[in-house]
């Protein structure tokens, strides 16, 4: 049977101070996944390997690691792609490590909070009123967006993060995008306000990464982009015209 | 609500230099430097584009795009410095320099624009 050499990071808080590297030697099939090869040892070899997993299918984006430097989900990478090994397994970069492959993810669930992910009304129209009704034009205005599954992969790759915590980061902004572009919602004003502050938008300097290695082809660097050119016309309008309210 | 960041305006100047001198500059330089002297186009004579130069909207168009050049490179200058020095407790004096060169050279630029002729 095949096999590779996986290299995992380790890091036991109560017995070690620094994370420090576990080699297996994996025997694979064909079609197996990144995540296979973890499950394996997991399963046949050290059961105290800690990580996240849920799917196995690319949707509930608890699964991202660093695979040989690289931020991608490890349900979704072939060890047939990353051969000939040794193959390289890190928690994803940017989070603290709480033991082995688990992240602390908590700056990004309150961030995702800050910019207001949900539709916004005014005023809801009464129930007897019926649904808010949408035509497949206006589902594609924001469609790309939703397809989003929160699996921090385009903060691992975003080297802003990384350098400066404060950034709000790709998947919040193109989430709050999303919304924005939702003709049900009335929120734009209010994530303006916390995205035109300088750890929203303005953080990002268009390195496009995030939308490099996005597994759902989201494109939050485009996102980003559409983002900054809304809060400058945004910005001109309020100086030209300031009697006109957007 | 008037939003007090500087960003926008520094953002337009930088995307607006982005794209003017992605369009235009490499058109020029097929157009002058290679169409012209290979003999694809005819080479437009020197006193014809003098004239266009020096006709107020010519001047004014190559302030234009001398300016918002300018302003794309001290943008993503300062931010090359910011990021990739990680020069995080200088971002002011960072702005500061490459906004003023940037000012400085539009100064400049409009000095020869006015005075050429």
């Known amino acids: 049977m095949k096999s590779v050499?996986?290299?995992?990071?380790?890091?036991?808080?109560?017995?070690?101070?620094?994370?420090?590297?576990?080699?297996?030697?994996?025997?694979?099939?064909?079609?197996?996944?990144?995540?296979?090869?973890?499950?394996?040892?997991?399963?046949?070899?050290?059961?105290?390997?800690?990580?996240?997993?849920?799917c196995r299918m690319g949707v509930c984006g608890s699964c991202g690691m660093m695979v040989n430097g690289k931020p991608v989900l490890t349900c979704?990478?072939?060890?047939?792609?990353?051969?000939?090994?040794?193959?390289?397994?890190?928690?994803?970069?940017?989070?603290?490590v709480v033991r082995d492959l688990v992240t602390d993810i908590q700056d990004f669930m309150v961030k995702l909070q800050r910019v207001k992910p949900w539709i916004i009304r005014e005023e809801e129209k009464p129930l007897a009123e019926?649904?808010?009704?949408?035509?497949?034009?206006?589902?594609?205005?924001?469609?790309?967006?939703?397809?989003?599954?929160?699996?921090?992969?385009?903060?691992?790759?975003?080297?802003?993060?990384?350098?400066?915590?404060?950034?709000?980061?790709?998947?919040?902004i193109a989430l709050a995008q999303r919304y924005n572009l939702d003709s049900r919602d009335q929120g734009r004003e209010e994530r303006m306000d916390v995205l035109s502050q300088h750890d929203g938008m303005w953080g990002c300097t268009f390195v496009g990464d995030c939308s490099v290695v996005c597994p759902k082809k989201v494109d939050p660097a485009g996102a980003i982009q559409r983002y900054k050119l809304d809060a400058t016309v945004d910005w001109f309008q309020s100086v030209l015209m300031p009697w006109r309210k957007r | 609500m008037v939003r007090r960041s500087r960003e926008p305006v520094l953002w337009a100047m930088f995307s607006g230099g982005g794209m003017i001198a992605a369009l235009l500059l490499p058109a020029t330089v097929a157009v002058l430097w290679i169409a012209a002297p290979l003999g694809w186009v005819e080479a437009p004579s020197y006193e014809g584009l003098r004239l266009l130069f020096l006709h107020p909207i010519g001047r004014l168009s190559l302030f234009a795009v001398a300016t918002l050049s300018f302003f794309h490179w001290a943008h993503?200058?300062?931010?090359?410095?910011?990021?990739?020095?990680?020069?995080?407790?200088?971002?002011?004096l960072i702005a500061i320099l490459t906004y003023s060169i940037a000012v400085a050279l539009t100064v400049i630029a409009g000095f020869v624009l006015v005075t050429t002729g």
């Open chain 1, 5 to 54: 050499a996986v290299e995992v990071l380790r890091y036991r808080p109560e017995t070690e101070a620094e994370p420090s590297f576990d080699v297996f030697d994996v025997p694979y099939e064909d079609n197996w996944m990144i995540l296979d090869a973890i499950n394996h040892i997991k399963d046949q070899v050290d059961g105290t390997l800690s990580y996240r997993w849920a």
């Open chain 1, 76 to 96: 979704a990478t072939y060890v047939e792609d990353v051969l000939p090994g040794p193959v390289r397994v890190e928690p994803l970069r940017g989070f603290p």
């Open chain 1, 130 to 172: 019926g649904e808010y009704l949408q035509t497949p034009e206006e589902l594609e205005d924001y469609k790309q967006y939703s397809m989003c599954i929160n699996c921090m992969l385009c903060y691992a790759a975003c080297p802003i993060y990384e350098l400066d915590p404060e950034f709000i980061g790709p998947a919040a």
């Open chain 2, 76 to 92: 993503r200058f300062r931010y090359t410095v910011y990021d990739g020095l990680q020069l995080y407790h200088l971002s002011q």
